[in-house]
């Protein structure tokens, strides 16, 4: 069975890093791009992050240019997100998840992930 687990969300103070990573099993998962999401309370989810399958080509939502990077180790069937220079607004829950095509759209990924949640205080 296809399942994706992401960890290492936690409580942060603004300024501050974190480091999120996916677990991705079931799958081809070199074969796959990966994306990150988020999604604040009673708000839409938001494209972060995509990386191509090799991991030579990323794109990043216009929010989090600059501070955060993504990241892949197709050898742990792993892909990363670091989050630097936190900001409040950067508080919501984080989805990683795989699609068979370049995307920034959530309808294009067809695994998902069951979200770690970041907290960003100030």
């Known amino acids: 069975q296809v399942q994706l687990v992401e960890s290492g969300g936690g409580l942060v103070q603004a300024g501050g890093s974190l480091r999120l990573s996916c677990a991705a099993s079931?799958?081809?998962?070199?074969?796959?791009?990966m994306g990150w999401f988020r999604q604040a309370h009673g708000k839409e989810r938001e494209f972060v992050a995509a990386?191509?399958?090799?991991?030579?080509?990323?794109t990043y939502g216009d929010s989090v240019k600059g501070r955060f990077t993504i990241f892949r180790d197709n050898a742990k069937n792993t892909v990363y997100l670091q989050m630097n220079v936190l900001k409040a607004e950067d508080t919501a829950v984080y989805y990683c998840?795989?699609?068979?095509?370049?995307?920034?759209?959530?309808?294009?990924?067809?695994?998902w992930g069951q979200g770690t949640r970041v907290t960003v205080s100030s």
């Open positions: 990386i191509s399958r090799g991991g030579a080509s990323t």
């Open positions: 079931g799958l081809s998962f070199s074969s796959c791009v």
């Open positions: 998840a795989a699609a068979w095509t370049s995307s920034h759209n959530t309808q294009d990924y067809g695994y």
